[in-house]
Structures are given as structure tokens and as C-alpha cells.
């Protein structure tokens, strides 16, 4: 995780990534879909702690569109936004990107467990 740089977004929200590696790979030597959206829920869920004080969630929804290949070795960034709340329901959305194109887009609902 990294704090975007001054300026560079207006919420000044953080960046997750990592490399992809062949473990993460499928058959096709591609980022296995199964992985993505694993990486994008931690992704959110992160992004959802950080907001709510390290308050405890479950995912209670996940939708992915997957768009393009994630090849090995690239380097995958995820950008969470906070789209709403509701209770003690957030939903978040998060693009993984990689050289400045959008891999993925996942959007998840989690519930705030009791602290």
C-alpha cells in the first residue's frame, strides 16, 4: 500500500499492488481469475479498515468484470472508492490496473461487524 502522491487524487486515497507472479497464474500463463478477484476483495477490505478504524467486515457480495489479461510480471494497482454506506453496509469499488489500463473492476458489499 502507498499514499497516492500530493495532488494526485482529490481524496488523497491509497494504492495497493503487487507484482504478478507465475503462482498466480492460470493455464494460460495469465493472472488466474480466481486470483484477481481474491486481490481485489483484500484490496477493498483494506480500504474499508483504513476508513472505518480497523473495524472488523465480512464481503457479503462480490461482482468482478474482468476485462483484459494480467500477465506475469506486471505490476497490478488497485483503486478503491468508497461508493456508499447504508447502516453498517458499505460498498466499495476497486479497479485493478496495469500499465495505466483497467484490468478488472470489482465492486463489493461488506457488513461492519460490531466493534
Not at 16 to 30: A, I, M
Not at 45 to 72: C, E, H, W
Request: charged share 20%; glycine share 12%; net charge positive.
Amino acid at each position: 500500500m502507498r499514499e497516492q502522491p500530493e495532488g494526485h487524487s482529490v481524496h488523497n486515497l491509497p494504492v495497493y499492488g503487487l507484482h504478478v507472479r507465475p503462482k498466480h497464474s492460470n493455464r494460460h500463463g495469465t493472472g488466474h481469475g480466481g486470483f484477481l478477484a481474491t486481490l481485489a476483495d483484500s484490496f477493498m477490505a483494506g480500504f474499508v479498515s483504513l476508513g472505518f478504524n480497523g473495524r472488523r467486515m465480512v464481503t457479503t457480495d462480490l461482482k468482478i468484470k474482468y476485462l483484459r489479461p494480467a500477465r506475469i510480471g506486471q505490476w497490478l494497482e488497485g483503486h478503491c472508492i468508497a461508493m456508499a454506506q447504508k447502516g453498517d453496509y458499505v460498498v466499495v469499488t476497486c479497479d485493478l490496473m496495469a500499465e495505466g489500463k483497467r484490468i478488472c473492476r470489482a465492486e463489493a458489499r461488506f457488513k461492519l461487524l460490531a466493534p
